[in-house]
């Protein structure tokens, strides 16, 4: 019977996390390391060497993508734990709302995630410093990751804790704050893991994605509308009503994939002599065509019937956005391995 409680409780621990949710970001900064190595912007390369994929940066991408999936998992626990009285309403089965995971535990688990996922991206350092001594001294301006994974971390509390905003609550700002680290920050995490971010090419491809779920990540909000009625977030549905909800987020569905052709084939301003983004052009072009079409399709499922986002909690737009988002991730890492 002990055995089985502890079964029972530790399987709650892990379906608090969503696990389901911890793909795409993990996938999201792999992608963004692979795009650094396969750019212009390789230190080896800047270095005059060919690029190697050694050990070191492999261990490093590794290390950055398993802190990536927990900070993800951090901060589903945490937004749960503020969202208690939404989700009484909206998912009564999860564990803090049952009682399964007390309300203190839950909060406690969190700040556990949160160390895990933070602290070791301190030694996320790129060439040429190697062995986790050089990286643990390394001049702090070399530890890009480890404040970007800081700021990531932040913005959770941002979106979901009252005492830091809870701009969850706020129809614009809670996009804003969605996007900012799960679109941006998430690409640029990934690059810092294998090069500098200084430089305007990590931050343009994180502008495309974070254009996506500034609108895209309203699709979830359409079935919570009871729950964040009654819990005082005033999201976009709830604002504007349905349908004219969903005609506001359409745009972000197309519009953003149109920048990564004109990324391949425009001159960087702050780089002269070269494009913005710097892998194979061709493949670019083609990945944003392939996104803008499916996007579209996507925007068409919306608009035929706007109620069915208040009606189904996985409505097929919601994971058409999680599907594009991970084939979008795949095409960039793709478009900078092949010469």
Known sequence: MNDRAAAGGAAAYLRVTRPFTLLPPLLGVVSGAITAWGSDANPQRLAGLD?????????????????????????NVINQYYDIENDRLNKPHRPLVTGVIPMRSGFLYALVLYALAVIPTWWVVVFPYEGLTARLFSPLETHECFFIYLAGMLFTFVYSAPFAGRTKAHTYLANLTIAVPRGCLLKVAGWSMVASVLRFEPWFIGIVFFLFLLG???????????????????TLPIRFGVVRAARIISPFFVVPWLLIPVGAWMSDPFAPGQTILTGNPWLLTTLGIVLVVWGTYTV????????????????PSWTHMYLMMMAAQVGFAV?????
Do not use: R, W
């Open 300 to 315: 068409s499922l919306i608009l035929k019937d706007p109620q069915a986002l208040a009606e189904s909690e996985n409505h």
């Open 51 to 75: 690029p190697q994929l050694t050990v070191s940066i492999v261990l490093t991408v590794a290390l950055g993508s398993l802190c990536a999936g927990i900070l993800n998992a951090a901060s």
């Open 335 to 339: 478009a900078y391995l092949v010469p």
């Open 216 to 234: 895209a990540a309203s699709t979830k909000d359409f079935s919570d509308m009871k729950g964040d009625e009654v819990a005082g977030c005033t």
